[in-house]
């Protein structure tokens, strides 16, 4: 596909990885809180836009998962964004049951930050 028409059209045209993967950032739609990455492939994305329901692909588990089938903290999509070059997209939710993504229990995957300006300093709790 020519790059104006990726870039600047209205097709869909998601490129996905090697391994048939495209990155999905998840956030807040009320306060853009980043809550987790994830990766989906064709299924995932196209029950994703279908159900308005975060579906998802466990590189580790190598299946489709839809997230919260177990903890019950469903994601409800709002919006749905593609980037320019079609290859990651962006997931607005709201998140239902406690409000946790993450698999540690805690609200965001993103929870600790890295310390800048000392390589050895490591990671800092938020």
Known sequence: ???????E??????????NGLISAIVTDEK??????????????LARTIETREGWFWSRSRKSL????ETSGNMLR??????????DAVLLKVSVSGDGKTCHTGRRSCFYR?????????????T
Request: glycine share 8%; aromatic share 6%; hydrophobic share 40%.
């Open 31 to 44: 306060t853009g809180e980043l809550l987790m990455l994830a990766h989906m492939n064709a299924d995932a």
């Open 9 to 18: 059209g209205t097709t869909l045209t998601p490129r996905f990885d090697a």
């Open 1 to 7: 596909m020519h790059d104006k028409e990726l870039e």
């Open 113 to 125: 930050s890295i310390a800048l300006g000392n390589p050895k300093a490591g990671l800092v709790f």
């Open 77 to 86: 999509v709002s919006e749905m964004r593609i980037d320019c070059d079609q």
């Open 65 to 68: 998962w839809k997230k919260g």
